[in-house]
């Protein structure tokens, strides 16, 4: 059976769609079957696959309402051993759409239920903002892998995502555990990248991981190319770090 793991921060810009793309693709390369969902209307993790998000006849937004089944949205292939299922803007009317639907926070978990036992891992790369949509993806998964960027804000909103994740557990899905937080922007030149990595691991109780994701020019331009940095630039310090990454958390 697929472990379900959503990527989730309220922040943006911290990292987490690049974590849900290289993270899915080092562990893909290293023979686990991987499904990722695209969960933010943005559905930048949908480009960063070399797809045409505005090309797709079904998403996860034909899906949450109901109009195509999980196998019909499922992109086979985006790389070896990893699956899609696309989003687009489109997404961004859901919330309003599934206003009054009984038991609109357990559709995604009630779809993968379908296809979970045929993969490894199965990613949710979530908005940046507590919305029906994160909650979904929350209500479907087995645990929350956080991307903390190593920037003096890092600590703010952590509390709050925490909460969230409580009252979901609380109320929706008894079962939803913290996978563990991951820094991402490290920069090994700078004071501050440290002393963020000091300050949220002597403030947070949750598991974190030891792999740091640093600052990299070519994770940053990997998304452009439509690739996962370990095709895009294999022996580049960004994609070594999610290698790594995905070997920790396979040793977990």
Known sequence: MGKIIAVANQKGGVGKTTTTINLAASLADLDQKILVIDVDPQGNT??????DKNNQ??????????????????????????????????LAAAEIELIGIPRKEYILRDALDFVKDDYDYIFLDCPPSLSVL????????????VPIQCEYYALEGLSQLIHT??????????????????????????????????????????????????????LAEAPSYGEPITI??????????????AKEMLGR
Not at 81 to 90: E, F, K, P, Q, R
């Open 232 to 245: 895009y630039e294999p022996k580049s310090a960004g994609a070594e770090a999610y290698r790594k990454l």
């Open 57 to 90: 006849e079904n998403t996860i937004y034909e899906l949450l309402l109901d109009d195509c089944s999980v196998n019909e949205t499922i992109i086979p292939g985006v790389v070896p051993n990893l699956d899609l299922i696309a989003s687009n803007v489109n």
């Open 165 to 218: 994740i409580n009252l979901v557990r609380e109320r929706l899905n008894p079962g939803l555990d913290i996978e563990g937080i991951v820094f991402t922007m490290y920069d090994a030149r700078t004071n501050l990248s440290a002393q963020v990595v000091e300050n949220v691991r002597a403030n947070v109780e949750q598991r974190i991981y030891n792999t740091l994701i640093p600052r990299n020019i070519r």
């Open 46 to 51: 949908t480009s960063g696959f070399g797809v």
């Open 134 to 145: 994160t909650v979904n993806a929350m209500t479907a998964s087995d645990s929350v892998l």
